[in-house]
C-alpha cells in the first residue's frame, strides 16, 4: 500500500491564484480530513470528510473547498491564494472518524507570494 | 472548545527518560493521541489513551488522567533519533467526535 499520497510536494503561487492541492489514500478509509501547519501552531484542521460525498469544516475553513466524490480521493482547493495561506498543508486518514491513529501524507508546502 | 497546552522545549542527554506534559481544557473528549513528527516530516502516530491509565508501546508509554485534566508522554532510553516534535491531540464528543484538535508541540532535543 502506498498509504496517503500528496501532490505536488512544493508550491509557489501568487496571490489570488487558486490551485487544487490533491490528496489520495488506499487502505480504504473513510474519513479524511486536511491540516495546515504553522510554526508554533501546531496543526489545525481545515475541513474533513467522514465518507464519499459527506463533508464538513473544521477549525480553519475559510478561504478553501473540498469535495470527496469518492472514498480514495479527497482534493482541497484554494479559491484565491493569500499570502496568510503560506504553511505546510497535510491530508490525513483514518479507518473511521474516531479513529484512534490517523495516518498523515507527506505534506505539501505552499508559498503564497 | 479545547486548548492543549505544552512545553515548547525540551532537552534530555541521551539514554536518559523524559517526559512530556499536556494539560487540556474541553468539555469531553475520547481519548488523549500522541504524535511524533520529526523536522520537514508528517507525524506519525504513537499512542492513544482512551481510559485513564498507563498504556505502554516499546520505549514510549502514555498517561491520561481525565479527573486532572492532565496527560503525558513518557520516553525511556532516549536516542538521538527521538529529537523531534511531539503532539497530543484529542477528539472532542461534541461534533460526532470528527474533529481532532492538536497541541501546539513540544520540541524534543537529544543531546550526547
Known amino acids: 500500500n502506498a498509504g496517503v499520497t500528496q501532490t505536488p510536494k512544493f508550491q509557489v503561487l501568487k496571490t489570488g491564484q487558486s490551485m487544487t492541492l490533491q490528496c489520495a489514500q488506499d487502505m480504504n478509509h473513510e474519513y479524511m480530513s486536511w491540516y495546515r501547519q504553522d510554526p508554533g501552531m501546531g496543526l489545525r484542521l481545515i475541513h474533513y470528510s467522514v465518507g464519499a460525498g459527506i463533508t464538513d469544516q473544521g477549525e480553519v475553513p475559510n478561504g478553501y473547498n473540498v469535495s470527496r466524490s469518492t472514498t480514495e480521493d479527497f482534493p482541497l482547493r484554494l479559491l484565491s491564494a493569500a499570502p496568510s495561506q503560506t504553511s505546510v498543508y497535510f491530508c490525513?486518514?483514518?479507518?473511521?472518524?474516531?479513529?484512534?491513529?490517523?495516518?498523515f501524507g507527506p505534506g505539501t508546502r505552499l508559498t503564497v507570494t | 472548545g479545547q486548548s492543549l497546552e505544552q512545553p515548547s522545549e525540551v532537552t534530555a542527554v541521551e539514554g536518559a527518560i523524559v517526559q512530556i506534559n499536556c494539560t487540556y481544557q474541553t468539555s469531553g473528549f475520547y481519548g488523549l493521541s500522541w504524535y511524533q513528527q520529526h523536522d520537514g516530516g508528517a507525524p506519525t502516530f504513537l499512542s492513544y489513551?482512551?481510559?485513564?491509565g498507563l498504556e505502554e508501546t516499546g520505549r514510549f508509554s502514555s498517561f491520561l488522567s481525565r479527573s486532572d485534566s492532565y496527560g503525558y508522554l513518557l520516553l525511556q532510553e532516549l536516542q538521538m533519533k527521538d529529537s523531534a516534535s511531539y503532539f497530543c491531540?484529542?477528539?472532542?464528543?461534541?461534533?460526532?467526535?470528527?474533529?481532532?484538535?492538536f497541541g501546539t508541540g513540544t520540541q524534543l532535543k537529544v543531546e550526547l
Open positions: 489513551n482512551a481510559l485513564d
Open positions: 491531540a484529542v477528539r472532542s464528543l461534541t461534533g460526532g467526535g470528527n474533529k481532532l484538535t
Open positions: 490525513a486518514s483514518s479507518y473511521e472518524s474516531r479513529g484512534e491513529e490517523q495516518y
